[in-house]
């Protein structure tokens, strides 16, 4: 199942879509990519609504953030 998982992080909110079993799963995940980060929501993804603002996937590996990205990857 995907769950949305809205964090704030350096004063600036957002949000990520990722697998987990369950919410905090999901919501551990975001946490171990960004301990900084305080989390604010976990929720099952809305496809409607989640279209209308795009989100971005945790990083997996480091690879992808030194391609380019602001520490979270598509």
Same mark, same amino acid.
Do not use: C, W
């Given at each position: 199942? #995907? !769950?949305?998982?809205? !964090?704030? &992080? $350096?004063?600036?909110?957002?949000?990520?879509? =990722?697998? *987990? #079993?369950?919410? =905090?799963?999901?919501? =551990?995940?975001?946490?171990?990519? &960004?301990?900084?980060? =305080?989390?604010?929501?976990?929720?099952? #993804? $809305?496809? %409607? *609504?989640?279209? %209308?603002?795009?989100?971005? +996937? &945790? +990083?997996?590996?480091?690879? %992808? %953030?030194? +391609?380019? *990205?602001? *520490?979270?990857?598509?």
């Amino acid at each position: 199942m #995907q !769950f949305t998982v809205g !964090f704030k &992080l $350096n004063g600036k909110a957002d949000h990520v879509v =990722l697998d *987990g #079993q369950d919410a =905090l799963a999901a919501a =551990l995940k975001v946490k171990a990519e &960004l301990p900084e980060a =305080l989390i604010m929501y976990v929720r099952p #993804q $809305n496809r %409607r *609504g989640d279209t %209308r603002h795009p989100t971005h +996937a &945790l +990083a997996d590996d480091a690879g %992808r %953030r030194e +391609a380019g *990205g602001s *520490g979270i990857a598509a």
